[in-house]
């Protein structure tokens, strides 16, 4: 026995012996034979449907680009330089690309519209130097789980409303902790934004995001993560209540979720219009196959558990995504549920007992736009602030590539309860039908086509379909 002892000692000293210059695997270690390459990249849509607006899945997590009335068209023109270098002790990108669109409706009910828009679509400089990544500008913020391309959207930052504005600083990958050989991993993160929508009633509303994640497993097969994310809506200057406080003062009471400011109900409970979303995921992977099941849960009410213990632990989207390389007619199946219906019950307060409920997700009584920007929300388009976020949905979208035609289909239904204080009974059963090719008969141009439509008395029954052709190639290399 005591031999047998000895040799798993010597085995195991050998190993650690092996893999003691890896006691901290950064991508830095490995060669780097990658290129620099700067992309022009264009395109145009046209959209047209019937009803009195476009399909729900045509314009939700769209960036924001696609407008929701009936008949609108979109053109794209600006120039991307990607980040090609993890294994370079830094690497940059950035992108300059300008959108202009064109949306109109007529119906029997509305005199005819037509609306006009300029923008950035994305406008922003991203650095990595060695593990801390630096980004200032327009660009998206994207949460870490599932496939975005088949999601209906997560419940703090999703593809729905334009990029917001920002400056950010942190770990932006998945960091492995030194000393622990690769296979505890951690990220984080702070931001400061601008939601810069002068249409609202708060104009110059400042955001703070912060987030810290860890994640256990490295290049094992079974990964398990959790990540927390604290968001908030401070500042600004409001037409009813004027200075909402701008100072560094209102930063710091904005940034641990404290009481200040001027405003009664800011010195009550917390400065500004707070989200806290928590995320457990596990994910099991193998050579060119992976599979993520994901639970996210927010509350907008302290004190923050862990979880399961949370106030609204029975609310949240829960998803799974399976992805695969090596048949390509199915790349990606996901499904998710969206539970929003409980808010920890119907009551914030009642005859002065304070229970903490009617949560009214994304809404708030000083920021009235809650957590959207320009109009569309910043979390999961599913739900509509201050007139809809009690929500049950069920969503499932399938991707692949048949001969060169790239797929996607979505379909979800919605039933709609409204909100506590107004109660409102709706369903909505949307589908999207998306097919793209590049066709390098046509100077590589890439076609596409999109059929949707909805089903019920949300949107009401309308059909419509879009047509998108793009362009993009290498302008240059290095």
């Given amino acids: 026995m005591k031999t047998k002892f000895g040799h798993i000692i010597v085995l195991l000293s050998i190993a650690l012996q092996a893999q003691a210059w890896n006691w901290w695997p950064l991508p830095m270690a490995e060669p780097d034979n990658n290129r620099d390459t700067l992309w022009y990249v264009g395109g145009v849509s046209a959209v047209s449907s019937s009803g009195e607006q476009a399909p729900s899945l045509l314009w939700h997590n769209s960036d924001g680009e696609i407008a929701n009335l009936p008949h609108s068209g979109n053109i794209q023109l600006g120039i991307v330089k990607p980040a090609t270098r993890p294994n370079r002790w830094f690497d940059y990108d950035f992108g300059v690309v300008l959108s202009g669109r064109v949306a109109g409706s007529q119906t029997s009910a509305t ?163 707070h989200i806290a979303m928590q995320q457990l995921a596990l994910d099991v992977k193998g050579e060119g196959w992976k599979v993520s099941a994901y639970w996210q849960t927010m509350s907008e009410d302290g004190p923050i558990r862990f979880l399961w213990n949370s106030m609204d632990a029975k609310d949240g989207l829960w998803g799974v995504s399976a992805t695969q390389s090596r048949w390509p007619f199915i790349q990606g199946v996901t499904y998710e549920l969206l539970h929003t219906t409980d808010q920890h019950g119907p009551f914030h307060d009642k005859d002065g007992v304070i229970y903490g409920g009617g949560d009214g997700y994304y809404g708030n009584g000083i920021y009235t736009q809650g957590w959207s920007y320009y109009g569309r929300v910043i979390g999961s388009p599913l739900l509509q602030i201050g007139t809809n976020n009690r929500v049950m949905a069920h969503h499932a979208g399938v991707k692949g590539d048949i001969y060169g035609y790239r797929y996607r289909v979505m379909i979800n239904h919605a039933d709609n309860y409204g909100t506590y204080s107004r109660p409102n009974r709706t369903h909505n059963t949307g589908f999207l039908l998306e097919v793209k090719k590049v066709v390098p008969q046509a100077w590589n141009l890439e076609f596409g086509v999109s059929l949707a439509g909805d089903f019920g008395d949300q949107y009401g029954n309308c059909f419509g379909a879009m047509v998108t052709i793009r362009k993009q190639g290498i302008i240059t290399s290095w």
Avoid at 145 to 159: Q, T, V, Y
Avoid at 225 to 248: C, I, P, R
């Fill in 111 to 273: 005199p005819k519209t037509i609306e006009g828009t300029g923008y950035f679509s994305q406008l922003y400089a991203h650095v990595r130097l060695y593990i801390v990544d630096i980004t200032a500008g327009i660009q998206p913020m994207r949460l870490d789980a599932g496939d975005s391309e088949l999601s209906s959207g997560h419940l703090l930052f999703s593809p729905n409303a334009h990029p917001i504005p920002r400056i950010s600083i942190g770990f932006e990958r998945w960091t492995p902790f030194p000393g622990l050989f690769g296979y505890v991993e951690v990220k984080g993160g702070l931001t400061h934004g601008w939601l810069n929508d002068h249409s609202t009633v708060v104009t110059g509303t400042l955001l703070h995001h912060k987030y810290l994640g860890g994640r256990l497993g490295g290049k094992l097969p079974v990964n398990i993560s959790y990540e927390f994310h604290h968001v908030a809506q401070w500042g600004g200057y409001s037409t009813k209540y004027g200075d909402l406080g701008n100072d560094w003062t209102s930063y710091k009471a904005a940034f641990f979720a404290r009481s200040g400011g001027s405003m009664a109900n800011d010195q009550i409970n917390a400065q500004g219009n």
